[in-house]
């Protein structure tokens, strides 16, 4: 309606702008439809965007342990602290296999040190040999086996120590593998979904399967989708101001942070992506909102006043605008025209403050606009 009114009210210009008396027609040959006074101001021209929000950090937590799910901690919307434990696996099989690791690791222990005990015994016995074999007290040949033998110990003693440096290893897995049954939180955040639930058993031999999902929320970030056509005009740290459907018609402003280089197509048309963060402590926003951004891209201060007041464009890049003198005249003006927000326009040339803009109809037209 406001689009056919405009077309009316232009359509009325054109035929005064045609009468070649129109900028001596007296007031009381024409009717003002509406009037304006320009004023100063600043025109700032925006475009818009649409996009969502998104947590600012966000990970799902799962369990590297098989088992069924003995506890969970918390709910879903619940404030968290980093080494909070927030669920539980049961760990009792996890807990034996500890246990027999511990075993493992105590036998090779013994081992080794029996292995340890017949080197040692052998090496003194080698060394008496040896002492005998050069008064000639015994043969060569004797010296020879007990050498034999005491290189024979020598690798069986070096195995038992790496078989207790695996059984110590096999015994640091098992000590983790239990931890991996507790589910800690890794950061301060809030818990946003619980997939799993308690006595639900977990698989964890193909996939490491969720248990709970937390973010941080004291800051998100629009994520706000930019047309290819209007990329150019945004820029880091270029002003934005954006609404969400669930916050009405409060406005809200920041920065833009990041624009990834790479767009995104969808529908077949092309977007890039303009990441804005902002302060959340109070909650007003959650991830998945919708919001609408508008992008200050550049601005204008000086003269302006509503762009339906422009009349005919000339070849020259002008436009008129019919102008009131006192309570006596309409008179028509050339001006030269700069940004437009779509609702005002900035006049650089041919209007001051205080000039009265009007729309006017010729005695004698039928209706009004």
């Known amino acids: ?87 539980e696996i049961d ?12 075993l493992a690791v105590s036998r090779s222990e013994l081992l080794l040190r029996s292995k340890q005990s017949d080197y040692a ?49 096999d ?16 950061f301060d955040g809030v818990i ?21 999902k937390m973010a941080v929320l004291d800051t998100v970030t629009l994520r706000i989708l930019v047309p290819e056509v209007d990329i150019a005009k945004v820029h880091i740290g270029q002003a934005v101001e954006f609404t969400a459907v669930a916050t009405g018609p409060e406005k809200f402003k920041s920065i833009v942070e990041t624009i990834y280089p790479v767009p995104e197509k969808i529908a077949n048309a092309m977007f890039f992506v303009a990441n ?29 006043i509503p762009i339906e007041f422009l009349g005919a464009r000339s070849s020259d890049g002008t436009y008129n605008v019919l102008v009131r003198n006192g309570a006596a005249k309409v008179t028509q003006r050339l001006v030269q025209v700069g940004i437009s927000d779509g609702k005002f326009i900035c006049i650089r040339k041919g209007l001051s403050v205080g000039d009265k803009v009007v729309i006017i109809q010729l005695q004698g037209s039928e209706g009004h606009p």
Request: glycine fraction near 4%; aromatic fraction near 4%; proline fraction near 3%.
């Open 1 to 87: 309606m406001k689009n056919k009114k405009i077309v009316k009210l232009t359509s009325i210009l054109i035929i005064c702008f045609s009468i070649s008396s129109c900028s001596n027609q007296a007031s009381d040959d024409v009717i003002v439809v509406r009037s304006f006074t320009a004023l100063r101001g600043e025109v700032t021209s925006n475009f818009n965007a649409y996009g969502r929000i998104r947590a600012n950090r966000q990970v799902d937590l799962g369990s590297q342990a098989s088992g069924q799910i003995q506890k969970i901690n918390v709910r879903i919307g619940e404030e968290v602290h980093r080494g909070q434990v927030l669920a």
């Open 91 to 102: 760990a009792t099989q996890l807990k034996i296999d500890l246990d027999n690791a511990q």
């Open 121 to 169: 015994f052998a090496r003194t016995q080698l060394e008496r040999e040896n002492r005998l074999l050069s008064e000639d007290a015994i043969g060569r040949d004797i010296q020879e086996r007990t050498k034999k033998n005491v290189s024979d110990l020598d690798n069986v003693e070096k195995q038992a120590e790496i078989d207790l440096s695996k059984a110590k290893l």
């Open 171 to 186: 015994l640091d897995i098992a000590a983790k593998n239990v931890t991996k049954a507790t589910i800690v939180a890794p």
């Open 192 to 212: 946003i979904d619980l997939p799993a639930q308690e006595g639900q058993t977990l698989n964890s031999t193909l996939q490491t399967p969720t248990v709970l």
């Open 276 to 304: 804005v963060p902002f302060p959340n402590k109070e909650r007003k926003f959650w991830p998945e909102m919708t919001i609408e951004a508008a992008f200050h891209s550049e601005s204008e201060k000086g003269v302006k």
